[in-house]
């Protein structure tokens, strides 16, 4: 059910229908404790409504599930980055902008496939640096 009530919840998000995307987003973590990602899509929901110090709770939880890293966890990092940056904690936001970026360019060859997973709103809503490397 984790994976259904997430993707429920993508479909809620890129219709704007954030409440609802954050309660598909929840339902997947009751289901699924450890699913990082999920954790990331709660985030994301919470930077759309401007409410970063919730984001911040869920990227920190995020970040914790995180075993082995993989390319779509570059999105939880750059999600990172974006809330520091919009919190005022510059250098934190460098370093996990950075870290995104090195994610990136180290597991490319690795997790190809992982990339058709991450949605294009993810990827460059608003995160510039993220972007780039995926060259948007």
Do not use: W
Not at 27 to 39: D, G, K, M, S, T
Not at 107 to 129: E, F, M, W
């Amino acid at each position: 059910y984790a994976i259904a009530y997430n993707n429920r919840g993508l479909a809620y998000y890129k219709q704007d229908k954030y409440v609802k995307a954050a309660g598909d987003f929840r339902r997947a973590i009751q289901f699924n404790p450890n699913n990082e990602l999920a954790y990331n899509n709660v985030a994301i929901v919470f930077c759309k409504q401007g409410d970063y110090d919730k984001a911040l709770l869920y990227l920190d939880k995020a970040i914790a599930l995180i075993k082995e890293i993989k390319p779509s966890h570059a999105d939880v990092f750059n999600n990172l980055g974006f809330v520091y940056m919009k919190i005022g904690m510059h250098k934190e936001s460098a370093d996990a902008y950075n870290y995104a970026s090195h994610i990136i360019q180290s597991k490319t060859a690795d997790y190809s496939d992982d990339y058709n997973q991450i949605t294009l709103d993810q990827r460059i809503d608003g995160h510039p640096v993220t972007a780039k490397f995926y060259g948007e």
